[in-house]
């Protein structure tokens, strides 16, 4: 039987087959199925932002898309330059979002020229799932490469790759348990964030995002972050022997960029290895230079047995997750045929080969000691202006190109009684809002509602970096107390906003 005519493949020089209203293979029929938008469409601007908008209410995710559209940032933008973007109305603002995951900018060009060639010159399997991968080698062997240069013990260990920072948190979670079946219960911290599938949902202490889905993964036991003998009173009221891991973030992001006290690092790597206690350091967000250097964890001072990385690793482009952990600890998890852990899209060779070409670049342009650089320029200002505006800024905070606004309520939280929570999110909406129209596009923080997050590329150029501090300044400037963000509000956008609050 001729496969061609069997309907299942085209051949070139034949008209291409279309499903029928009925799901049927019929590419005569009047009634065959079509789609509204083409990918050409999309690629070359006939589908518009207003359009998308409009189908993004109807369904995507309406009230997220609401909630910008009454703040006046919904979109959809354009990039100028891979720093900056530009909103339909043709409003400019430098690139400060992303949530850490936009390292170089948007399509900056080394790494767009890679994909591009990558598309047109590589013939390796896209999904190599059962078998070898040069991608995928080689992405493995240079990781180990750069975290075993500032964490030696790592020097065979393992990598396992999946699509997100949460999987890749899950992935870490299945290891320490299958490693250490006796010890039931992890420790984690508050404030911490380790994502919202439902394993990381379990390590990440916030009742807003937990509460709906209890029950959760049992035996969790949250520590102040900070506080090492907060941990050595766990360890020895659970008993280190029933303790598989400790889980933490080396600084806690969504918390409000959270930098915990000199010694603290140091500190729980003392307690755990003296009770052969396992560690995970979730590098997700501070990894691969964001925080000012390749690994703030080692930099603190702590040994971790597992890494977690994935945000910057995508080089904005693709995504990945990455676990790494020793063979004595991978090893009953992937042990034999290794079917206890897997996920279908993990290591394939287009997200395999970002990560190469992003990790390269992370290299050659040293981008760590650059982000350290821009990062303590950048504190400095702030906490100028912190200094200068108090009655808007309640604090700033920072490490490396990770920097955090930490905006005061727009109205007495006491003015509102129950609805304290509200108005912070109220406060930090305003906050980006005015970052916004003064030219910033920045990060909401999601489990710190008035922490607005400065998050810009890596390779922003020094012009474009001072640009956006002086907007930041102007920003308060207009703003010399909280409450003025409120008062530069329009009534209608107000509205709109609060019935979205509301669920209105």
């Avoid at 035996?219 to 090492?228: E, K, M, R, V, Y």
């Avoid at 650059?370 to 400095?380: C, I, N, P, T, V």
Wanted: charged residues 20%; aromatic residues 6%; positive net charge.
């Amino acid at each position: 039987m001729s496969i061609a005519k069997s309907g299942s493949f085209n051949f070139a020089g034949q008209s291409p087959t279309r499903l029928s209203s009925t799901g049927s293979s019929d590419a005569g029929s009047d009634a065959a199925l079509s789609l509204p938008i083409s990918a050409s469409d999309v690629l070359e601007a006939r589908y518009t932002g207003k359009a998308a908008l409009r189908d993004e209410m109807l369904h995507g995710n309406p009230v997220l898309m609401r909630t910008l559209e009454a703040l006046g940032m919904v979109g959809p933008f354009t990039m100028t330059n891979p720093w900056e973007m530009t909103d339909p109305q043709g409003h400019s603002t430098v690139n400060a979002g992303g949530y850490a995951a936009i390292p170089f900018g948007d399509r900056y060009p080394p790494l767009a020229e890679f994909v591009s060639r990558y598309a047109s010159d590589d013939r390796s399997l896209g999904l190599p799932q059962q078998s070898a991968s040069p991608w995928r080698a080689a992405l493995e062997t240079n990781l180990i490469a750069l975290v075993s240069r500032f964490l030696p013990q790592h020097a065979d260990s393992k990598v396992f790759f999946s699509n997100s920072g949460t999987e890749a948190i899950e992935a870490a979670i299945k290891f320490v348990k299958a490693a250490r079946p006796k010890a039931r219960h992890l420790i984690n911290f508050y404030g911490a964030y380790h994502g919202k599938t439902f394993g990381s949902l379990a390590l990440t202490p916030n009742p807003e995002y937990q509460e709906m889905f209890k029950p959760l993964m049992p035996n969790i036991t949250t520590l102040p972050f900070g506080d090492s003998s907060a941990l050595e009173s766990a360890v020895r009221k659970l008993g280190a022997g029933n303790i598989a891991a400790v889980f933490l973030e080396p600084i806690q992001g969504e918390a409000g960029v959270i930098v915990p006290p000199p010694n603290f690092l140091r500190e729980v790597n003392a307690i755990c290895k003296r009770h052969d206690i396992l560690i995970v350091a979730d590098e997700i967000q501070t990894g691969l230079g964001r925080a000012g250097e390749w690994f703030a964890s080692a930099a603190g001072g702590l040994e971790p047995d597992i890494i977690t990385l994935a945000k910057p690793l995508g080089g904005g482009m693709a995504a990945i997750g990455a676990t790494i952990a020793p063979p004595k600890i991978i090893a009953r998890t992937l042990g034999g045929f290794g079917k206890r852990h897997s996920n279908t899209f993990g290591g394939n060779s287009f997200s395999m080969a970002v990560g190469l070409k992003s990790l390269e670049i992370l290299v050659s342009e040293n981008l760590p000691a650059r982000s350290k650089r821009l990062g303590a320029l950048g504190l400095e200002a702030l906490q100028a202006l912190q200094a200068k505006y108090p009655q808007t800024l309640e604090a700033v905070r920072g490490s490396g190109l990770l920097m955090a606004l930490q905006f005061r309520t727009v109205i007495p939280a006491k003015a509102i009684p129950g609805l304290g929570d509200l108005v912070s999110e109220l406060s930090g909406g305003l906050g980006c809002r005015v970052l916004y129209t003064g030219g910033v596009t920045a990060n909401f923080s999601l489990s710190a509602k008035r922490v607005i997050r400065l998050t810009p590329a890596l390779t922003i150029p020094d012009e474009t970096f001072d640009t956006m501090i002086s907007r930041v300044a102007a920003t308060m400037e207009r703003n010399p107390t909280a409450n003025h963000m409120l008062r530069h509000m329009p009534l209608d956008r107000l509205v709109r906003l609060g019935r979205v609050a509301f669920g209105m």
